[in-house]
């Protein structure tokens, strides 16, 4: 994996990472920085017969087919409107390109990698376990807590080809 595409997060270990926080759900997740391509307003989708549940179709960005995942569906939460606020997440990972349908995204911050835990079990809000890299509390006027995700999980690497023949 090329270094700009490797996830730096790890749970426990010192150091600070940059986040990039957004909301599913009225739930406040976070990914690493260094996954995040660019986060675009929704384009129009073409939607794409037999493929995944979750897959919404393919966009055109700049010339290049992306495929777009519902997050709120791959994470089994309730499905919501899109609105005004709703973004594309573009994430880059093992030389795939893929676009993630988010409620809103919030801002980046930068977490002490001391400051990630590993996932309590009644903190998942539902969300598949597999795909919890951690959670992290922060202050800052608010107690809030970010839960991280591992993107690197969220699709299976059959999920990743089917989706990647889209491309």
Do not use: C, W
Request: proline residues 5%; without cysteine; negative net charge.
């Amino acid at each position: 994996m090329a270094e700009a595409e490797r996830s730096d997060l790890s749970i426990g270990r010192g150091g600070d990472s940059q986040i990039v926080t957004f909301f599913l759900a009225d739930e406040e997740f976070g990914v690493d920085i260094l996954l995040v391509k660019e986060i675009i307003r929704p384009a129009p989708i073409t939607e794409v017969p037999n493929t995944l549940s979750y897959v919404e179709g393919v966009i055109n960005l700049r010339g290049k087919v992306v495929p777009v995942v519902d997050l709120r569906k791959r994470l089994y939460l309730p499905a919501s409107p899109q609105d005004k606020s709703t973004r594309i997440m573009i994430i880059e990972m093992q030389e795939r390109t893929t676009g993630f349908i988010l409620d809103s995204v919030s801002k980046v911050i930068t977490l002490p990698k001391d400051s990630i835990q590993a996932a309590p079990d009644m903190i998942t809000v539902g969300v598949d376990s597999e795909y919890i890299l951690g959670v992290s509390r922060v202050e800052d006027g608010g107690d809030r807590l970010i839960i991280l995700l591992d993107f690197s999980k969220i699709l299976t690497e059959t999920e990743r080809d089917e989706i990647g023949h889209l491309e």
